[in-house]
């Protein structure tokens, strides 16, 4: 009798259940949760590191904070802040700008000021800066050619409004013709700014927070172990 096979479908429903059988298995946290230090002695039980397990537990901090800056009401600029709890190496900044010029598709430049390490491309930038948990870095870009339209489309149409308002007040005759061409122009300026916006800012929030994912990943994993160079 031939030994049975398994369908894929089959096969994902073995491990989700076997998964739930190993979850049901572990002590179950007190209303207030578990301490790092008992989160670590559960992980010995099923053969996870100590060190493993601090470090994944340290990349849960890595919940970044949220900036935008508006107008009417849309993100023209986007932006994200993040804790680090550590100080990067050189090796891991320079996999991080990899990172950055490969998810933004740019070179950009580098720069360096003391404690301070910048990665710039036009108007987007990421900034590596010290805190008192280590570092911290900050991810933000501003959409300038939308910001431009929709600025001068708001001065078009309130210098339109004021106008309009001149003409009534003072009960002088209305160029109709010079009011319509200025409204019409910087209403057209404000919707082309304003129809660029959406999916940019969508778009620029998920590649930053894709590259703070990526990078926390990175940093619970452990460090490679450093092999004693030999006598030559």
């Keep these: 009798m031939s030994e049975r096979r398994y369908s894929e479908e089959e096969i994902a429903r073995i491990f989700e259940r076997a998964t739930e059988a ?19 002695d559960v992980g010995r039980d099923v053969g996870l ?19 935008a800056k508006m107008v009417v009401g ?8 993040v804790e680090l709890g550590r100080t990067l190496t050189d090796a891991e900044w320079h996999r991080l700008v990899v990172d950055l010029r490969e998810t933004f598709d740019a070179r950009g430049r580098l720069s360096e000021d003391g404690p301070f390490k910048q ?12 805190s008192g948990s280590g570092q911290r870095l900050r991810l933000k870009s501003l959409k300038g050619n939308a910001m431009g339209l929709m600025s ?6 309130g210098i339109s409004a004021t106008l309009l308002t001149v003409f009534y007040l003072r009960a002088v005759p209305f160029d109709g013709d010079g009011f319509w061409t200025l409204f019409v122009t910087g209403l057209a300026m404000l919707v082309a700014g304003a129809f660029q916006v ?18 926390s990943v990175r940093l619970s994993a452990p460090p490679p172990s450093q092999e004693p160079a030999e006598d030559r």
């Design 22 to 40: 190993q979850k049901s298995s572990l002590p179950a946290a007190s209303s207030d949760g578990l301490t790092l230090r008992e989160i670590q």
């Design 119 to 130: 990665w710039t491309n036009g108007n987007l930038q990421a900034l590596l800066e010290p």
């Design 49 to 67: 590191p100590p060190e493993l397990v601090e470090q994944a537990a340290r990349s849960l901090d890595m919940t970044p904070q949220v900036h």
């Design 74 to 81: 849309l993100p023209v600029g986007v932006g994200r802040t």
């Design 198 to 215: 959406p999916g940019w800012a969508r778009e620029r929030s998920r590649q930053m927070e894709e590259i703070i994912e990526r990078l």
């Design 152 to 157: 001068a489309g708001l001065g078009m149409t």
